[in-house]
């Protein structure tokens, strides 16, 4: 750690947790429910793309639809900054429980009947909106939870995971879809987001420490972005996590 990073201001408050393992509570739920959460995500774009695709019989539709999906990613630097002024649990909880009813809502009307695709795409579109939100809160939280001696393990497994998840998400996505139905496809997508967020409730977080006085938006968000430039990280798209993991 260079003297420049050590002077780097943190946004959490020095913590009494100290992980001796790495398979310890905090990080297993945690492991767990960032896998469940990515079979999640995957499901919830073949599920919809399909569901579009058979009321519409329009690829182009379809395309809208995961468009739409994607978009609010771009917003992620500034949704980054705005994440780091709240409290860190209820941007997580919240997140999954948003895209969880999201998606069961989708799943119920389904059941019932045609959906307009308006709503599919307003659906797409906010369960893209809450993850713009989600995914920057995430970001370097897996330092806080091990022994700083596994962290690079535990970034590996955190890593696999998802990935693993994700492709299966995808792949198994169509499977469930041609097996279940799309409208059971989304009900156990949104059953998979309110599990991550009943696994968060069991994890320990590290709070967050008091703001300097008088520090603005953009100040928050000019500070995280060149902190992640200086640490190789992804810019903006990184979260103040990744500062205080530099500082440990």
């Known amino acids: 750690m260079t003297t420049d990073q050590a002077d780097q201001p943190t946004t959490l408050k020095p913590?009494?947790?100290?992980?001796?393992?790495?398979?310890?509570k905090n990080f297993l739920l945690w492991w767990l429910g960032a896998a469940q959460s990515a079979f999640g995500t995957a499901l919830a774009g073949i599920a919809t793309s399909f569901l579009v695709l058979h009321q519409t019989g329009s690829a182009s539709a379809m395309g809208i639809n995961l468009a739409l999906a994607m978009l609010p990613a771009i917003l992620q630097p500034f949704m980054g900054a705005l994440v780091?002024?709240?409290?860190?649990?209820?941007?997580?909880?919240?997140g999954n429980v948003l895209r969880g009813i999201l998606q069961l809502g989708v799943g119920f009307s389904a059941l019932r009947g045609s959906i307009p695709v308006e709503v599919i795409y307003a659906a797409s579109f906010l369960t893209g909106l809450v993850?713009?939100?989600?995914?920057?809160?995430?970001a370097g939280l897996t330092a806080h939870l091990v022994p700083a001696d596994q962290l690079e393990r535990a970034t590996g497994l955190m890593q696999g995971a998802t990935q693993t998840m994700t492709m299966l998400g995808f792949v198994g996505g169509?499977?469930?879809v041609a097996t279940i139905g799309k409208a059971q496809s989304l009900l156990l997508d949104g059953a998979s987001f309110l599990i991550f967020a009943f696994l968060l409730l069991?994890?320990?977080?590290?709070?967050r420490a008091p703001r300097p006085e008088g520090e603005t938006?953009?100040?928050?968000?000019?500070?995280?972005?060149a902190t992640a430039f200086t640490l190789g990280g992804?810019?903006?798209?990184?979260?103040?996590?990744?500062v205080a993991a530099a500082c440990r």
């Open 84 to 94: 780091d002024r709240w409290p860190l649990r209820p941007p997580l909880v919240l």
């Open 131 to 138: 993850g713009a939100f989600y995914i920057p809160a995430t």
């Open 174 to 176: 169509g499977f469930l």
């Open 234 to 242: 992804d810019a903006p798209f990184s979260s103040s996590f990744d």
């Open 202 to 207: 069991f994890v320990t977080l590290p709070a």
């Open 15 to 24: 913590t009494t947790l100290k992980p001796t393992k790495l398979w310890n």
């Open 217 to 225: 938006f953009w100040q928050s968000f000019t500070l995280r972005s």
